[in-house]
């Protein structure tokens, strides 16, 4: 039986470290795997290739897709993530009830015909509206 001083603290330390890299690596590898199903530029050829290559050879598999296509990756998970905000407002406006663009434009020209407003602030609330 082995007791808690049987075990360094130095001991205990490195094994904190070795599991702490093992699960970044982890995380690493999932994030890689997830950008290749994610990118929309590559054929499903070209993403099978990649995913063999970091299945099969993961160190480097991902030290050469890092190398390859780490910059696009940071603005493929922007706008996966401005995508999915634009599904949750689109949801959240559709199912929350608000006044729809037509009742929202319908009420700006009405504003707009008694002269509370000029043309370009009406110009610019209703590009607000449509986009």
């Not at 001991?11 to 950008?35: E, K, N, P, Q």
């Amino acid at each position: 039986m082995q007791l808690a001083y049987d075990y360094p603290l130095l001991g205990a330390m490195w094994t904190i470290l070795w599991i702490s890299l093992w699960v970044l690596w982890f995380f690493l590898l999932f994030r890689i795997i997830g950008d290749i199903f994610r990118d929309d530029t590559l054929s499903g050829g070209m993403k099978t290739v990649w995913l063999l290559f970091v299945i099969l050879l993961p160190f480097l598999g991902v030290f050469v897709y890092v190398v390859a296509r780490g910059r696009g990756m940071g603005k493929r998970e922007q706008k996966h993530a401005e995508d999915q905000k634009k599904a949750l407002d689109e949801y959240i406006r559709s199912t929350a009830g608000g006044p729809s663009e037509v009742e929202q434009l319908a009420k700006l020209s009405e504003i707009r015909a008694r002269g509370d407003i000029s043309d370009a602030e009406f110009n610019r609330a209703k590009e607000k509206i449509l986009h």
